[in-house]
């Protein structure tokens, strides 16, 4: 059974930075590509990051493009979002999900981490 476990949220002030984290386990991690997704209270779920299996490539949304860095550590089975420069309108809870090489969608997901960024 797969299980994603996302830490490192948390209260910060803007312009500061939080690093999140998301411990996979029981799925082969580096055969995964993983993303990072956000959803603010009454706003759809939106796509912020994602690198692939390999770490060859990364994607992220335009709105955090130059602020916010993905990395994966795949002898710890683990996702980071570095996140910088943290603008009040990047509260939301983050939630880390996973994705098979060859499928389309996120089919694993985390419970998510609330990042708060008070002005």
């Known amino acids: 059974q797969v299980q994603l476990v996302e830490s490192g949220g948390g209260l910060v002030q803007a312009g500061g930075s939080l690093r999140l984290a998301c411990a996979a386990s029981?799925?082969?991690?580096?055969?995964?590509?993983m993303g990072w997704f956000r959803q603010a209270p009454g706003k759809e779920r939106e796509f912020v990051a994602v690198?692939?299996?390999?770490?060859?490539?990364?994607n992220y949304a335009d709105a955090v493009k130059g602020r916010f860095t993905i990395s994966r550590d795949n002898a710890k089975n683990t996702v980071y979002l570095e996140m910088n420069g943290l603008k009040p309108e990047d509260t939301a809870t983050y939630y880390c999900?996973?994705?098979?090489?060859?499928?389309?969608?996120?089919?694993?997901w985390g419970q998510g981490t609330q990042v708060t960024v008070s002005s």
């Open positions: 690198i692939s299996w390999s770490s060859g490539s990364t």
């Open positions: 999900a996973a994705k098979g090489r060859f499928t389309v969608d996120f089919r694993s």
């Open positions: 029981g799925l082969r991690f580096s055969a995964y590509d």
